[in-house]
């Protein structure tokens, strides 16, 4: 069901404005340690999983440094493309997780011919989202913002789902946004 939206070029440009926005909005605060300005750069990541027709600026995050000698610290906006320090990217992440309830042979392999993802991978990130997440601050905190929280035994597949009819750009990137707090940014309250 999301394997069209992983295809769509159209949908990945959609996050990279939203990024733009997000890094507009951090270069314009203050370095949240001293005060000072901050200094932007773009660094080249190399990100797995994005579709044919995006351009080579997509693999560019923004980032900044705080302008005063002797605090120098990086601050790193959040981002609905980058899902902490992840190889993937953030979408591929989310909804190939998603997709995967119960890794089967022939589940895998139609997965790696969509992104290039392993079997491995897939057990890994499973395990993440199965065992980690649901013991997070911010899920425990978060999950309350539901009226029935999704089952941690099918996540994120009923996380995704709370968001709209899955499938549709419109939940995927509903629940890029609820996730955001985890994309690596100042707060990140959990990597893994």
Known sequence: MWQKLLRESS??????????DLAAQARAGRC???????HFARYLRKPRGAPTGVPPDYDLRDSFCCSREGCRKRLLPPSLRFF???VYLGPVFVLVSAMVNGITEKRAMALRELVGVSRRTLERWR????????RSEFWRAARGRFALA???????????ERFGEPGSGGCALAALKFLLPLSGGPRCPMEG
């Open 11 to 20: 949908f990945f440009m959609v996050l990279l404005r939203y990024d733009r």
């Open 32 to 38: 949240p340690h001293c005060g000072a300005a901050v």
């Open 84 to 86: 902490a320090r992840r």
């Open 127 to 134: 395990k993440w989202w199965r065992e980690l997440f649901p």
């Open 150 to 160: 999704p089952a941690p035994s099918c996540l994120p597949a009923s996380l995704v």
